[in-house]
Nanobody, 118 residues
Framework: QVQVTESGGGLVQPGGSLRLSCIVS????????MGWYRQFPGKERELAAT???????NYVDSVKGRFTISRDDAKNTVYLQMNSLKPEDTAVYYC????????????WGQGTQVTVSS
């Protein structure tokens, strides 16, 4: 069974940075397409960033130029480097994975809270 564990969330001031980490165990991470979702209070989840098995990345417009998704296959880990954080980035951030780009995300982490506030 695949287990996904996020870490790195917390409280940061506007303009600050955080790096989220997501470790995947029990699955074939090298062949997993990964994504970071975020859920704002009272709203549906938004796909913030994705990275394919080949390292191709994609971002929602609101985080382009500020967030960077990356992966380390040797460590079964995907990262989300978040810079120039804004209060509107406050959300619960979820890591998710899937074997194929043609299916929905199959496994999820429990989420990590990111709060941007002065």
């Amino acid at each position: 069974q695949v287990q996904v564990t996020e870490s790195g969330g917390g409280l940061v001031q506007p303009g600050g940075s955080l790096r989220l980490s997501c470790i995947v165990s029990g699955g074939d991470f090298r062949n997993a397409n990964m994504g970071w979702y975020r859920q704002f209070p009272g709203k549906e989840r938004e796909l913030a960033a994705t990275i394919t098995t080949g390292g191709r990345t994609n971002y929602v417009d609101s985080v382009k130029g500020r967030f960077t998704i990356s992966r380390d296959d040797a460590k079964n880990t995907v990262y989300l480097q978040m810079n120039s954080l804004k209060p509107e980035d406050t959300a619960v951030y979820y890591c998710a994975g899937r074997r194929s780009l043609l299916v929905e995300y199959e496994y999820w982490g429990q989420g990590t809270q990111v709060t941007v506030s002065s």
